[in-house]
């Protein structure tokens, strides 16, 4: 028996139903669950807390060798500072004895004076002789020429200089001589005969 034409069958019109019924949605389905990372393992954690302590090991010693240097720095700062107000009178008691004024119990103070401060590693600097050191001597005059020197060099000491291990705590006050210049060769008087002439024929 044949439909009446535009009907549609009825199991292709339960499907499609079946299919638009909205109090049966489809679910998508579900993504796998990520899998959860593996504990870490005790040799593992052993190894973390090795680095960890050998950081803060690390970071210790940095700071007590700081905290050491600046603590050493603030010392000879402070040294520095008491040594650099007795040099006025280091140079009292060095003027006192160049006019053979360091006697009796003056001359012991003066001796333990120079005794102390030795022993903070202050030192003299400045004599004759010396070669000139502009980081080391003030020249305030210039003596001329000498031939008994080969670089310009201390001739006259004013003020003796100080210093305190690498520090200048004072430079000394000098005055200077150059070498002398060597005599050109085409400036050698002609009356000289050289010693390699030979004697004349009798």
């Known amino acids: 028996m044949t439909e009446p034409e535009g009907t549609v069958p009825e199991d292709l019109e339960q499907e499609a139903s079946a299919g638009t019924d909205g109090d049966t949605p489809v679910e998508p389905a579900e993504a796998p669950a990520p899998a959860e990372p593996a504990p870490p393992t005790v040799e593992q954690q052993l190894a973390e807390r090795t680095l960890d302590l050998q950081r803060l090991q690390a970071e210790y010693v940095n700071y007590k060798r700081r ?83 080969e670089v310009t060099s201390v001739d006259t000491v004013m003020r003796t200089g100080y210093r305190h291990g690498d520090r200048v705590l004072r430079p000394a006050t000098v005055g200077v001589v150059d070498p002398a210049a060597a005599v050109p060769a085409d400036q050698v008087p002609d009356d000289v005969s050289s010693l390699t002439d030979e004697a004349p024929d009798e």
């Open 67 to 149: 905290v050491d240097r600046d603590r050493e720095l603030v010392r000879a700062q402070g040294e520095a500072a008491v040594l650099q107000s007795l040099l006025t009178v280091l140079d009292d008691i060095a003027r006192a004895a160049d006019h053979g004024e360091l006697e009796g119990g003056f001359k012991a103070v003066a001796d333990s004076l120079q005794q102390a401060v030795g022993k903070h590693k202050l030192e003299a600097f400045g004599v004759k002789g010396d070669a000139f050191d502009p980081s080391l001597h003030e020249a305030v005059f210039h003596a001329g020429e000498s031939s008994e020197v």
